[in-house]
């Protein structure tokens, strides 16, 4: 069915409550392993239902957020369902404490439990209102975001729209591009200090009610770190402090030499190559059709996965007015079949969606086929990122499709861009931590801190008096920060199981591509650490994977350099 025919109803939440009761109580009435077994299918098709039309009316919503029905409908979603919260952890509870645990956990997977068990730890009814709030505040964020209409050059732009300024080979356009977003988070200054700290303030006073000292512990319970701790995540960072940061600075020397610019600015940092950065050739229709070809070739499954894209119209990728900003994959269950949002803007980042968001939506494609439990269909974030970014490398004999005679230049910034781009996660997620260990925090102690870790991660950034960036509030225009606490050290962790996956397929791309296909079948039916393990790849947390994952990738870039 095309997304377009996806009827919406608004769901009846007093019927599900009322259902999710009555299944709890045949859940505990249940007499065997396999009665409850078939119980909790039950379950799992009703949260589908609703999962399906909350995601309908928040798809629809992001495409138009000037939209009144929808914005309605995702408001209305937004303050319903964390109420569903008492009455789904109830029914988990009765499962996990049944006396036919042990067969439960053979039947639908012991890792569900352990899951179980650690959301429990993050959820009181006491804190349902709360939800509600941080669900409001976090929705207020991106239609702020989306309202931007910003004068540039004779037009009125979006923030992706100023994408390819940023990348002009005229050096004052670059900067006069990051002056002009500038001015819209200026102008807006006040509005964007109060959500964010109201945000802190909500999630703080959450974590507390909870029994926890911080919103950082909350905050690793909600991201689903079922196998390692905020300690571990903190050494992962000193690792890529230590052994990858002065990678970084090489490969800005490079590109400054590259440039002929001896004074490294912010707003160099968007352009590779002097006569411009690689850019896809042709319009948005032929893009797509670029991509379709790359996965009907890539593989059988491939293949399926594109005819359903394309045959049901599961992609908004224009970049346009009111549009929110970003990009995402989600999934409709009730359909079998994901969907893909984004802002074309005319640079790579446009190929690198239809590998990107594309490898997100293919591993639900797969998973879908092969993980029986819903709930363990995807993996924790790091996994989940891990399908993603390793198809960007994984695509790599046909970028050619898409870059033409500037495939060279795309595969080289894009290996540096990965390398760069580490660090820089490390730093969202740094400031993070320092934000919610200290939430009395003022908005321009939070700007401070932004510019004190910015010296740590990327001591290459000089930001040259630019308004905005300068002031230390450039972390404003990272809507993670915003919407998904924490969720950012998952790409770097991913980052580097994807340049694992490009280094062997350099070796033996056949077996490169059966190990990504493994981890892809697996689901979310192991934690992201046995997952690399299960297919003989490295932990980005075990001891020495950065310095030599990243070192790897480094000769590869400075044996393939392009002027």
Same mark, same amino acid.
């Given at each position: 069915?095309?997304?377009?025919?996806?009827?919406?109803?608004?769901?009846?939440?007093?019927?599900?409550?009322?259902?999710?009761?009555?299944?709890?109580?045949?859940?505990?009435?249940?007499?065997?392993?396999?009665?409850?077994?078939?119980?909790?299918?039950?379950?799992?098709?009703?949260?589908?239902?609703?999962?399906?039309?909350?995601?309908?009316?928040?798809?629809?919503?992001?495409?138009?957020?000037?939209?009144?029905?929808?914005?309605?409908?995702?408001?209305?979603?937004?303050?319903?369902?964390?109420?569903?919260?008492?009455?789904?952890?109830?029914?988990?509870?009765?499962?996990?404490?049944?006396?036919?645990?042990?067969?439960?956990?053979?039947?639908?997977?012991?890792?569900?439990?352990?899951?179980?068990?650690?959301?429990?730890?993050?959820?009181?009814?006491?804190?349902?209102?709360?939800?509600?709030?941080?669900?409001?505040?976090?929705?207020?964020?991106?239609?702020?975001?989306?309202?931007?209409?910003?004068?540039?050059?004779?037009?009125?732009?979006?923030?992706?729209?100023?994408?390819?300024?940023?990348?002009?080979?005229?050096?004052?356009?670059?900067?006069?591009?990051?002056?002009?977003?500038?001015?819209?988070?200026?102008?807006?200054?006040?509005?964007?200090?109060?959500?964010?700290?109201?945000?802190?303030?909500?999630?703080?006073?959450?974590?507390?009610?909870?029994?926890?000292?911080?919103?950082?512990?909350?905050?690793?319970?909600?991201?689903?770190?079922?196998?390692?701790?905020?300690?571990?995540?903190?050494?992962?960072?000193?690792?890529?402090?230590?052994?990858?940061?002065?990678?970084?600075?090489?490969?800005?020397?490079r590109r400054a030499k590259?440039?002929?610019?001896?004074?490294?600015?912010?707003?160099?940092?968007?352009?590779?190559?002097?006569?411009?950065?690689?850019?896809?050739?042709?319009?948005?229709?032929?893009?797509?059709?670029?991509?379709?070809?790359?996965? !009907? #070739?890539?593989?059988?499954?491939?293949?399926?996965?594109?005819? @359903?894209?394309?045959?049901?119209?599961? $992609? &908004?990728? %224009?970049?346009?007015?009111?549009?929110?900003?970003?990009?995402?994959?989600?999934?409709?269950?009730?359909?079998?079949?994901?969907?893909?949002?984004?802002?074309?803007?005319?640079?790579?980042?446009?190929?690198?969606?239809?590998?990107?968001?594309?490898?997100?939506?293919?591993?639900?494609?797969?998973?879908?086929?092969?993980?029986?439990?819903?709930?363990?269909?995807?993996?924790?974030?790091?996994?989940?990122?891990?399908?993603?970014?390793?198809?960007?490398?994984?695509?790599?004999?046909?970028?050619?499709?898409?870059?033409?005679?500037?495939?060279?230049?795309?595969?080289?910034?894009?290996?540096?861009?990965?390398?760069?781009?580490?660090?820089?996660?490390?730093?969202?997620?740094?400031?993070?931590?320092?934000?919610?260990?200290?939430?009395?925090?003022?908005? !321009? #102690?939070?700007?401070?801190?932004?510019?004190?870790?910015?010296? @740590?991660?990327?001591?290459?950034?000089? $930001? &040259?008096? %630019?308004?905005?960036?300068?002031?230390?509030?450039?972390?404003?225009?990272?809507?993670?920060?915003?919407?998904?606490?924490?969720?950012?050290?998952?790409?770097?962790?991913?980052?580097?199981?994807?340049?694992?996956?490009?280094?062997?397929?350099?070796?033996?791309?056949?077996?490169?591509?059966?190990?990504?296909?493994?981890?892809?079948?697996?689901?979310?039916?192991?934690?992201?650490?046995?997952?690399?393990?299960?297919?003989?790849l490295r932990s980005p947390?075990?001891?020495?994977?950065?310095?030599d994952v990243c070192q790897?990738?480094?000769?590869?870039?400075?044996?393939?350099?392009?002027?």
């Amino acid at each position: 069915m095309k997304f377009s025919e996806m009827p919406y109803t608004r769901p009846d939440y007093a019927a599900i409550s009322e259902k999710l009761d009555k299944l709890t109580q045949q859940l505990r009435d249940a007499g065997s392993a396999e009665d409850q077994t078939a119980v909790y299918r039950e379950y799992e098709t009703l949260i589908s239902h609703l999962s399906t039309q909350t995601t309908l009316a928040y798809v629809r919503h992001t495409v138009d957020t000037n939209d009144k029905f929808y914005e309605e409908e995702n408001d209305y979603n937004d303050q319903q369902t964390p109420l569903m919260e008492e009455k789904v952890k109830t029914f988990q509870k009765a499962l996990m404490d049944s006396p036919f645990r042990g067969e439960l956990e053979n039947l639908l997977g012991s890792l569900l439990f352990q899951n179980m068990e650690l959301e429990m730890k993050g959820f009181s009814p006491e804190i349902v209102p709360l939800m509600q709030e941080e669900n409001k505040l976090a929705s207020d964020y991106q239609k702020l975001y989306a309202s931007a209409q910003i004068p540039f050059m004779g037009k009125t732009v979006t923030v992706a729209q100023l994408g390819p300024y940023k990348e002009s080979t005229d050096r004052a356009t670059r900067r006069a591009a990051l002056e002009a977003e500038g001015s819209f988070f200026d102008q807006h200054r006040e509005e964007f200090d109060q959500l964010f700290d109201k945000l802190v303030k909500n999630r703080t006073e959450q974590a507390k009610k909870l029994g926890f000292e911080s919103f950082v512990e909350l905050g690793a319970i909600r991201r689903q770190r079922n196998c390692y701790t905020p300690a571990d995540v903190a050494s992962f960072r000193q690792q890529v402090v230590r052994d990858l940061v002065p990678l970084t600075v090489k490969i800005k020397e490079r590109r400054a030499k590259r440039l002929g610019i001896s004074d490294f600015k912010f707003y160099d940092n968007g352009l590779n190559f002097k006569d411009g950065s690689a850019t896809p050739q042709g319009t948005p229709e032929e893009i797509l059709a670029a991509g379709q070809t790359m996965y !009907e #070739e890539l593989s059988p499954e491939t293949r399926d996965f594109i005819h @359903l894209m394309f045959e049901n119209d599961l $992609f &908004d990728v %224009l970049a346009k007015e009111g549009k929110a900003p970003g990009g995402y994959c989600t999934g409709l269950p009730d359909y079998g079949c994901p969907f893909i949002f984004s802002n074309f803007n005319g640079t790579s980042s446009d190929v690198d969606v239809l590998t990107h968001e594309a490898g997100h939506a293919f591993a639900d494609f797969i998973a879908t086929e092969t993980v029986k439990t819903h709930a363990l269909r995807c993996p924790s974030m790091e996994g989940a990122e891990t399908h993603s970014m390793s198809m960007e490398f994984l695509t790599e004999p046909w970028h050619h499709l898409f870059f033409g005679d500037m495939t060279e230049k795309y595969e080289l910034s894009h290996a540096e861009d990965a390398l760069l781009f580490i660090p820089y996660g490390c730093l969202v997620d740094h400031f993070q931590e320092e934000v919610y260990r200290h939430p009395e925090m003022t908005p !321009e #102690e939070r700007n401070q801190t932004w510019l004190k870790l910015e010296k @740590l991660y990327r001591p290459y950034i000089d $930001f &040259d008096n %630019l308004p905005f960036y300068s002031r230390g509030a450039g972390w404003q225009r990272q809507l993670h920060i915003y919407l998904y606490p924490f969720y950012y050290i998952d790409y770097c962790m991913a980052q580097v199981m994807s340049l694992q996956y490009f280094a062997l397929s350099l070796q033996d791309r056949d077996a490169a591509w059966k190990k990504y296909m493994a981890f892809l079948r697996l689901g979310g039916t192991k934690t992201f650490v046995d997952l690399a393990h299960s297919v003989d790849l490295r932990s980005p947390i075990d001891e020495g994977c950065v310095k030599d994952v990243c070192q790897a990738a480094f000769q590869w870039t400075e044996e393939h350099l392009v002027e």
